[in-house]
């Protein structure tokens, strides 16, 4: 008899611990199923920003093309019309650098540095600055061959 209450005794406590040893199971089970579903959930959300990334990148590259198109033919009928300064004097051509299109690794940087790529009216702003520093250097080729030919002259 004194068994039976001993076992009794101890069967008590032990079902607790089973019965709370089974609810934290339970719960670490629940837990799983939720961080399953979410890693599910981010794995579509990256998927989806890897597309959108790619879409952005070829449509930079269209862009960026079609701007090329458009200087060129603005260049090349200026020049047809004899509108830029003198009609012998043509500009020089526009040097569009192609580069690769970004991967997810180096997505949002940029050949400066900076961490971004300029918006088109910046790379627009870009275009013309190169186009006005081009100039000023004809210029001063221009006025260089002047003076030289002043110099064997006797000026």
């Not at 004194?2 to 032990?14: E, H, I, T, Y």
């Not at 019965?19 to 719960?27: N, S, Y």
């Not at 580069?99 to 940087?109: D, I, V």
Request: charged content about 35%; glycine content about 8%; hydrophobic content about 30%.
């Amino acid at each position: 008899m004194q068994m039976n209450d001993l076992k009794k005794g101890l069967l008590a406590p032990v079902a607790t611990v089973f019965q709370d040893l089974m609810a934290i199971k339970k719960g670490q089970r629940e837990q799983d199923a939720k961080i399953t579903a979410l890693d599910t959930q981010i794995a579509a959300i990256r998927s989806e920003q890897l597309d959108f990334q790619s879409k952005i990148a070829a449509d930079l590259l269209s862009l960026s093309t079609q701007i090329g198109d458009i200087v060129d033919h603005i260049r090349g009928g200026d020049a047809k019309k004899g509108e830029i300064g003198s009609s012998s004097r043509r500009p020089p051509p526009i040097r569009v650098e192609r580069r690769p299109l970004p991967t997810p690794a180096n997505q949002g940087e940029s050949s400066s540095g900076h961490g971004r790529v300029p918006s088109v009216e910046e790379a627009a702003e870009m275009i013309r600055e190169a186009d006005r520093q081009a100039d000023r250097r004809e210029r001063e080729r221009e006025r260089e061959k002047r003076l030289r030919r002043l110099r064997r002259r006797g000026h």
